[in-house]
């Protein structure tokens, strides 16, 4: 048994470079972008403006530093520094963050295909929303969460190639992100 913080390579180690690192440099720049838009017109609305910051602004600033620490996580699985870090844990992090932006966009995939095939009626509003608007929200969310989501799990597929850390940890960072996301829904509903 390895006692270092990665495990003993394996085979697929000679994926690296370029091929390894795209997933988690695609990660960073675009939820990058995400956090420095959101994050200046929060400063401007609410440090630099006068709006008071209530419970949504609360909610945005705490969503917005939560998209922050997910490019560190991500960061972390590509850079040197991240070698400092046990493997698995690491790992569950990828898939933690990968569960908890995929479920939503993922879900809301299933109950529109639901309301299309007449399985389920909801009223027009939000989730139910077959207008325009409820399509460009649903674009929206794949944009904001799916394609980030769709990332994580190839930078974690990735790491753990590198690495060769177990299988538990990312059914341990699945469900975490699962239950933390459900624990953020809890809070903010």
Not at 137 to 148: K, Q, R
């Amino acid at each position: 048994m390895t006692t270092s913080a990665h495990p003993t390579p394996t085979r697929h180690t000679a994926r690296s470079g370029f091929t390894a690192r795209w997933p988690a440099g695609a990660i960073t720049v675009l939820i990058g972008a995400f956090v420095a838009v959101v994050g200046a017109l929060w400063v401007t609305d609410h440090v630099l403006g006068s709006e008071p910051v209530d419970a949504t602004g609360w909610v945005i600033l705490a969503a917005t530093l939560l998209r922050l620490a997910t490019i560190g996580v991500a960061l972390a699985s590509i850079q040197h520094w991240g070698r400092q870090l046990p493997a698995g844990p690491l790992l569950a992090a990828l898939w933690g963050c990968a569960a908890a932006q995929l479920i939503y966009p993922v879900a809301e995939t299933m109950v529109k295909a639901l309301i299309l095939l007449g399985a389920v009626e909801l009223p027009p509003v939000g989730i139910g929303n077959m207008t325009s608007t409820g399509w460009f929200n649903f674009a929206a969310a794949w944009l904001v969460f799916g394609v980030p989501g769709a990332l994580f799990v190839a930078a974690a597929r990735s790491y753990q190639n590198r690495t060769g850390a177990r299988w538990c940890w990312a059914v341990a960072g699945t469900t975490g992100g699962g239950l933390a996301l459900l624990t953020i829904g809890l809070i903010i509903g």
